[in-house]
């Protein structure tokens, strides 16, 4: 019987982390990409206030995602996401240019 409540608890505890708020990153860096690697990319500008972090997080939400295979160039730029837990998230930006 024991067992079983541990079990259970711990259940409930994965549950309820798990479906918790993601933690937000601490930093966001903006990078220009001018060859096919990203190790040669440049540092444009770093975000690390929460006003700023929280404009990228809302852009990033509220993207709208194109499916399907597309034949792209490279990317323009590259947002890196740094979280608090040292983990990262990369994103790749093909801006373009507005003809209108």
């Known amino acids: 019987m024991r067992t079983k409540a ?4 711990f ?15 601490d930093k ?11 190790e040669d990319a440049t540092i ?3 975000y690390t206030e929460a006003e700023h ?7 990033i ?3 709208t995602k194109i499916n399907g ?3 792209v160039v490279s990317p323009e ?12 998230t990369t994103y790749f930006l093909w801006l373009g240019r507005d003809d209108n």
């Open 69 to 71: 295979i597309l034949d």
């Open 11 to 25: 259940l409930l505890f994965l549950f309820l982390t798990g479906c918790g708020n993601p933690v937000a990153p």
């Open 77 to 88: 730029y590259c947002l890196k996401l740094y979280y608090p837990t040292k983990q990262t």
């Open 44 to 46: 444009v500008q770093t």
């Open 28 to 38: 966001v860096e903006l990078l220009k990409i001018d060859s096919m690697t990203l």
């Open 6 to 9: 541990v079990f259970l608890f």
């Open 53 to 59: 972090i929280n404009s990228i997080m809302r852009a």
């Open 61 to 63: 939400e509220t993207a």
